[in-house]
């Protein structure tokens, strides 16, 4: 785990790092900050390949099974032309030639988008074999703590954090406006780049059965400075006066902007929003799934909080999913709605259309109040 961690830095620096599979080694570095492509062929001694997840695929209308594959570079490739595979949306089809050589990505391909992923940068990486010749001098280098080898296993694995490793930090009473009595308690991951907390709001002690509970994405855009484009911040509001309402419980505040995606891709993907895209497409094109969010760190706050049956205030059946996955009783399910606004109504309507959200109530009047 201390590796992949410090591969995750490196990595987020646009530094390379070293991946093994057992029978291959390969540099691996983040297409995005990239300066040259020529640089990593001139240090691996051998030309890279552009790996692309099968949504980014999917979204320039190629059909793939695998998670990932990958393309290898020929020395025509400019970066436009790689700017143009990995992020940009097209009107037009690709040219059949631009894609010569696409092949399913192997153990140490699918580690490299892993690790892009866990960065949150775009989901697309150069990895190039390294070659006899260059291999002394990267050892050199490894030696010398210049790079840094990781397990392309580990690093595919690396997505799903570290569960029942979560470290719980700092605690304090904070008065909310709608919950006075209110506690809020950190836990930051192992790789310190997340920082997650739970609102504990009245006396848990004195609840009768199922805690009341809200999983909350942090949206810096609509919790914060309350963003016409999302419903998050009203959510937000409105949870913690139902539970207060409810006598007590617990909203998590979960570090996943964007579905998991961070905050730099899902300001990318607003700028397609723009253009026409709906709010799954857009992630789509820039390479990520429908919902890139990892629940195994609310089970780990859960547990610390000897929580074990819950009263889930929600519309996302995923959460609910993997709530009871992770062995967690969800007793019963509190829709929490927004309003619908002009603005929100198209991304609100993907939600419940392309991801299956329980929002028709609120999407047909009977929920909380349009403005």
Known sequence: ????????????????????????????????????????????????????????????????????????????????????????????????????????????????????????????????????????????????????????????KCLAGAPGMLKRVSEARIPLESAAESRFVLFREPDGLREHVAVVIGQLDSLPGAVPLRMHSACLTGDLFGSLRCDCGEQLRNAVADIQAMGGGVLLYLAQEGRGIGLANKLRAYTLQDDGLDTVDADQVLGFGDDERQYAVAVDMLNALNINKVQLLTNNPLKMAALREGGIEVVSRQALYGSVTDHNHRYLSAKANRAGHFLDDVLEGRGRSRI
């Open 1 to 156: 785990m201390y590796h992949i961690e410090r591969a995750i830095f490196d990595i987020r620096r646009g530094l390379p790092v070293v991946l093994h599979t057992g029978d291959q080694r390969l540099l691996v570095q983040a297409l995005e900050g990239c300066a040259s492509v020529d640089n990593l062929a001139e240090l691996s001694g051998s030309r890279p390949a552009l790996v692309l997840t099968r949504h980014r695929l999917d979204a320039m209308g190629v059909a793939l099974t695998a998670d990932a594959a990958c393309l290898p570079l020929t020395k025509h490739f400019s970066e436009a032309d790689l700017h143009r595979l990995a992020i940009s949306r097209e009107n037009t089809p690709l040219p059949p030639t631009l894609l010569d050589g696409l092949q399913p990505a192997g153990v140490g391909e699918r580690g490299a988008v892993a690790l892009m992923r866990r960065a949150l940068l775009i989901p697309a990486a150069l990895c190039a074999e390294i070659s006899e010749p260059a291999a002394v001098r990267i050892a050199q280098q490894l030696a010398s703590g210049e790079l840094l080898e990781v397990n392309a296993q580990d690093a595919e």
